[in-house]
């Protein structure tokens, strides 16, 4: 009797221990008693019962999906490859254990597949120019499928998009074009305000034609630089027409008729 008894006790002892459970801060259980949901517990000590309750333990950190890289086509049918980075946590463990049976793997189809079609709805320019709105539809549509299983979509980011050789020398080209466009755009332009510039200018000599020959003597400040053989003369412009009458060869009378 006393051997029975103390059996007895010693396996009572032993079920009642099993039955402490302990989850750190980032954890929880989620019991079920009889395969019914009882209750989430945690974090920290808390007691089941042995036999009767059981446990399922989630993680409530944000987690990190590395999506594989995808070859999909744009809408202007263009074969890229494009991976992304998905940021998920739970906010109802019951849901996520309840819902679908395994959530990791469906949050990570649900965003590959989502992935594939949100690209194939874009055209290649944006898909490069725009990534943050294409990572901010994909995380709401995601994020539609997902809130049923207690899941919420925290962020998407597109990490790399890889382009075809052909496509990037193409690529190239454009913006070079582009380039070249921009600096004669920029060329002309300033061919303009210097034209105007002139313009304002000769106004001013005209009112003032000192002004001309100060022009003048300040250009021959930036001719004359170190070891410069050339040597300019300037004359005033008043001098012009007495040279102009000096290289002018006088005009020769006709002979006289000889006399009879």
């Known amino acids: 009797m006393n051997y029975f008894f103390s059996s007895f006790f010693i396996l009572l002892a032993y079920l009642t221990i099993s039955g402490f459970k302990l989850d750190r801060e980032y954890q929880r259980g989620v019991i079920f008693r009889l395969g019914r949901i009882q209750a989430i517990k945690g974090p920290g000590l808390y007691w089941i019962i042995p036999a009767i309750d059981q446990k399922v333990q989630v993680d409530v950190r944000t987690k990190t999906v590395d999506i594989e890289p995808q070859e999909t086509i744009t809408s202007d049918s263009v074969t890229i490859r494009v991976n992304a980075v998905l940021y998920y946590r739970l906010v109802d463990p019951t849901k996520a254990i309840v819902k679908v049976e395994s959530y990791e793997k469906a949050v990570y189809q649900a965003a590959l597949t989502t992935l594939r079609n949100v690209i194939g709805q874009n055209i ?58 921009r600096s004669r755009l920029i060329k002309a332009e300033a061919e303009q305000e210097a ?66």
């Open 124 to 181: 290649l320019d944006d898909v490069l120019q725009n990534r943050d709105k294409i990572n901010q539809k994909i995380q709401e549509l995601v994020d539609e499928m997902t809130e049923p299983w207690g899941i919420v979509i925290e962020a998407v980011e597109m990490k790399d998009v890889e382009i075809p050789t052909s496509m990037q020398r193409a690529m190239a080209k454009v913006a070079e074009a582009v380039r070249e466009k």
């Open 195 to 260: 034209s105007i510039k002139l313009a304002e200018a000769s106004q001013l000599i005209m009112a003032n034609p000192a002004a001309l020959e100060l022009r003048r003597l300040q250009m021959l400040s930036e001719i004359g630089v170190e070891n410069n053989t050339t040597t300019i003369v300037v004359l005033p412009s008043d001098l012009l027409p007495f040279v102009q009458n000096l290289s002018v060869p006088p005009q020769q009378k006709p002979p006289l008729p000889p006399k009879v």
